[in-house]
């Protein structure tokens, strides 16, 4: 009974606010243990239409309004994509999900700028952003779950902590329970 009401009552929604708030308390104490990157990327098909334009919005945008005309064409023509938001990767799930090797990771980290790569069935197009290297505090995605676990097991004790405070200050009141001390 206590679970299944505890469960009901748990707010189990985390507001960006406390999330990041939470982070900059506890990021430290979670370095990287390896390498990561921050990729952008968009893997379009390849049979996809007007390819060209296409490459020209991703490689050398020239205003706002040819990043809108990308994510529209991208919507319709990639099969994945990350472009307003940066994904973390460590090195090895970024060697084993995209078409890129060691020296391609050195290069793209070097550059910042986006580059394509052809495979059979589409081009990539990959740019890494920014990397952080091992021991570094570990980006706000890498630990979120972590986080969120933590809020709202914080809160399930406060909860269990709160019921069980009313349920004693309800008996103090009309005298209904017996106090036994080993």
Do not use: C
């Amino acid at each position: 009974y206590e679970k299944a009401f505890i469960n009901l009552k748990l707010d189990t929604v985390v507001q960006p606010d406390e999330l990041n708030e939470w982070y900059e308390k506890l990021k430290d104490d979670s370095p990287l243990e390896k390498d990561v990157f921050e990729l952008f990327f968009i893997k379009i098909k390849k049979d996809a239409p007007d390819l060209d334009q296409a490459r020209k919005w991703i490689l050398k945008p020239k205003s706002d309004e040819d990043l809108r005309k990308l994510e529209g064409y991208g919507k319709e023509y990639a099969t994945s994509y990350v472009m307003d938001n940066g994904m973390w990767y460590e090195q090895e799930n970024m060697l084993k999900n995209f078409p890129i090797n060691e020296s391609d990771i050195s290069s793209l980290s070097a550059s910042k700028k986006f580059r394509e790569f052809k495979t059979d069935d589409g081009f990539w197009f990959i740019r890494i952003a920014d990397m952080l290297k091992k021991g570094q505090p570990a980006p706000l995605e890498f630990i979120q779950d972590k986080i969120v676990k933590l809020i709202i097991e914080k809160r399930r004790l406060q909860l269990v902590e709160k019921v069980y405070d009313k349920i004693y200050q309800d008996g103090v009141k009309t005298k209904s329970f017996d106090l036994y001390v080993k």
